[in-house]
């Protein structure tokens, strides 16, 4: 099965609506509205499966200080659809270092890319450890000196 004709779908599962949600090497379609929306693996910062509500949710990285986008996907089990998407958003992380900033607490820095395409660009958000908050003065600099370390550490 391709998606458009362009990329073979690894793995799928019908939700409890009736619809499909399905991965590929290089992305997750997920339902926005009655289309699916492609989002690439270095875009999905986490999912967790919660089997009391029966419900996947997928969580999309953002730019710093917005909420996550978050994703809930009624399934009665994800199978090996939420397998893909474990495997798929752990190869996207090519790099991922907490840098103490305020005793043992700080910023954890992560360094994605498509796990498809060795050449895409690599893509860099920090977040801060809870109780760390962003108007603290100075902080948001601290984490920004952080983050240019670490990519300037790796060269990508």
Known sequence: ??????EDILA???????????????????PEG?????????????????????VLRVYETTAFGTPL??????VDDPGRFGQLLRE?????????RHVPLVGKKGVRIVGRRNPADRDAPVTWNFVLD?????????????????LKAVRDEFGI
């Not at 099965?1 to 362009?6: D, I, Q, S, W």
């Not at 599962?13 to 499909?20: I, K, N, R, T």
């Not at 986008?69 to 009624?74: N, Y």
């Not at 798929?88 to 991922?96: H, I, P």
């Open 34 to 54: 009655d289309k699916l929306r492609r989002v690439g693996w270095e875009a999905i910062e986490r999912a967790a499966w919660d089997s009391e509500a029966s």
């Open 69 to 74: 986008r978050s994703t809930e996907l009624a």
């Open 88 to 96: 798929r958003v752990d190869a996207s992380v090519l790099v991922q």
């Open 130 to 146: 809870k109780g760390l908050e962003p108007d603290r003065p100075g902080l948001i600099e601290q984490a920004e000196m952080a």
């Open 12 to 30: 799928s599962v019908q939700l409890a609506d009736g619809s499909w949600v399905a991965g590929s090497r290089a992305a997750v379609y997920l």
């Open 1 to 6: 099965m391709a998606a458009g004709g362009r």
